[in-house]
């Protein structure tokens, strides 16, 4: 009696299950039994070592019998092998199939329509690796062809393909990321997502957004063939516009960061109050959950390589550095849907370019870091949905600073190494959005900050120094009241002792501790100070001479 193997036994039954119904049952058992026929007998005392390798080499002669060499055979040929008696041929078929990409989409849908079970299934197999291994045009034509084909009253396929929209993704801005990166770009906070949790999480997320939002249409169950086959080609001969709005109703990318990070910051808002309103809490949020691109010197890619950014997913965040914004870049970058960040420090712009083809709309939080700034630059902001602004030692125009502080959706305002005047705490007195300000390193009338506080207590202003006093407040308190003295620091050798309350520097009133530190950031270290204090209810007169801040012990 010939010896069965397990390995035999698994294929012939693979084969079994496979087989096309019309064939009887006998026959496929007599198969077995002369395929098992071919074995020679192994005798018992043989290692079970010796008895694998036997087993691999006699597996490995059926597959090189049964073989053809598919890269010589038509599309058609490929597609009539499917329903091929052995197993192993429909196996080296559908991969061909599935090598030859985009060309064999059409055929393949075609022959899906008059197909065996078996051929179906492959097809839509094929189809499925299609569409994860193609660029975006193959992946959404062959999305939409699935979609057609078997999606007829087929709810499961709706979490199938968004597995493939996960997987291709993924693939997608992994090779991305890596041409960005051969090229001299900085990719931070990139991990792509490679665990079943995350992806059953990315998929039931992307079931609730991005399907019930679709304004496809599915086919009817009762569509005929000549119907389907003219879809068919409308599918396949479709721009990518057309075919992004057909699979996912205009939504090819997950695109969570915006929206959330924004909804995250309004709750802070409501729940925390003012506190919580700082520059970059915007920032914050969307760094945890984006990507960011750098461009710096180190940069020397060109236009082909640049435009991988459209296939990063989730890219929130893009900063350049010594680099010359052309119409190339920004075309690019009005593609980049998920961009709510960009940064530009020392960058030359091309005028023609920034006046017609502007920045992303997307973009809520810009950084502008030793620019000019003129008129024309701030027309293009103006017409942008900014959130958050950040100009740090650049250089307006009168023009382009009166228009920028009359911008009516920005929230959050961070200047630094300028000097305003009056005028400018008057106009941002007006902006009725305005709740966060930042002032670092500058110049500006301590009256009229005052006033602005005065006039919007609701605006949360914060300041970076480079002076350093070395008092803490009482947390709490309205008064400038002092609870606790640095060691070592400018206000103890000027004489400053806890429970003293500051109500003047240098001959101006003050209120709080808010209004201490909006003077202390006027200064440089080595600058004197004279302060009015209230100790023990008497008014003392102290001078201070102001530490740096880069040497101020840590606190």
Request: a positive charge.
């Amino acid at each position: 009696m010939p010896l069965v193997t397990p390995r035999l036994l698994a294929v012939e039954k693979a084969n079994m299950i496979r087989t096309p119904t019309n064939i009887p049952r006998t026959m496929i058992a007599i198969s077995v039994v002369l395929t098992c026929a071919v074995l020679p007998m192994r005798p018992e005392s043989a290692s079970g070592q010796e008895f694998a390798r036997s087993t691999d080499r006699s597996i490995s002669n059926i597959e090189t019998e049964a073989g053809l060499d598919v890269e010589k055979l038509s599309i058609n040929q490929l597609l009539k092998m499917l329903d091929s008696p052995k197993y192993l041929e429909r196996e080296k078929a559908t991969t061909q199939l599935a090598n030859l990409g985009s060309k064999s989409l059409k055929p393949m849908a075609i022959h899906y329509l008059k197909s065996s079970p078996e051929s179906c299934w492959r097809i839509k197999r094929t189809l499925e690796q299609i569409a994860t291994n193609g660029d975006e045009a193959t992946f959404l034509k062959a999305v939409a062809l699935l979609q057609l084909l078997v999606g007829v009253n087929n709810d499961q396929l709706e979490a199938q393909l968004m597995r493939l929209k996960f997987e291709w993704s993924t693939k997608q801005t992994s090779t991305a990321i890596e041409t960005l990166e051969s090229a001299g770009a900085k990719i931070e906070n990139f991990a792509p997502i490679n665990n079943t949790r995350a992806i059953q999480e990315w998929i039931a997320k992307e079931n609730s957004r991005s399907l019930q939002k679709s304004t496809q249409k599915r086919p009817r169950s009762n569509m005929s063939n000549n119907e389907r086959l003219k879809l068919i080609d409308e599918i396949l001969s479709g721009s990518l516009k057309e075919n992004r709005k057909l699979v996912l109703g205009n939504e090819i990318r997950a695109q969570p960061i915006r929206r959330e990070a924004q909804d995250v910051f309004e709750v802070l808002e409501l729940q925390m109050g003012n506190q919580m309103i700082r520059n970059g809490a915007i920032r914050a949020i969307n760094a945890k959950t984006g990507v960011i691109a750098r461009f710096g010197e180190s940069w020397k890619g060109n236009r082909e390589q640049f435009a991988e950014l459209e296939n990063v997913d989730s890219l929130a965040h893009i900063g350049f550095e010594k680099q010359y914004i052309d119409k190339s870049k920004l075309e690019t970058l009005k593609n980049l849907t998920s961009l709510t960040t960009l940064e530009f420090d020392k960058c030359r712009f091309s005028g023609p370019a920034l006046a017609t083809i502007g920045l992303p709309k997307t973009i809520e939080d810009l950084r502008m870091r030793n620019q000019d700034i003129e008129l024309s630059t701030i027309d293009r902001i103006g017409k942008l949905h900014i959130k958050s602004l950040v100009f740090d030692s650049c250089k307006f125009s009168d023009a382009a600073l009166k228009k920028m502080l009359a911008f009516s959706t920005l929230g959050s305002l961070e200047l630094a190494q300028m000097e305003l005047d009056a005028a400018a705490f008057q106009r941002m007195e007006k902006m009725k959005t305005l709740r966060s300000l930042k002032l670092s390193g500058c110049k500006y009338p301590f009256p009229a900050y005052k006033k602005l506080t005065e006039k919007r207590p609701e605006i949360y202003i914060d300041f970076t120094t480079k002076a350093f006093l070395g008092v803490r407040s009482v947390p709490g308190d309205s008064t400038c009241q002092i609870s606790d003295v640095v060691s070592g620091s400018a206000a103890e050798k000027g004489g400053i002792q806890p429970d003293d309350v500051i109500i003047e520097v240098n001959g101006h009133k003050i209120d709080q501790f808010n209004d201490l530190r909006a003077h202390i950031a006027l200064y440089e270290g080595g600058d004197q100070l004279n302060l009015t204090i209230v100790r023990n209810g008497k008014k003392v007169a102290i001078d201070v001479i102001l530490g740096d801040y880069a040497d101020a012990p840590p606190r």
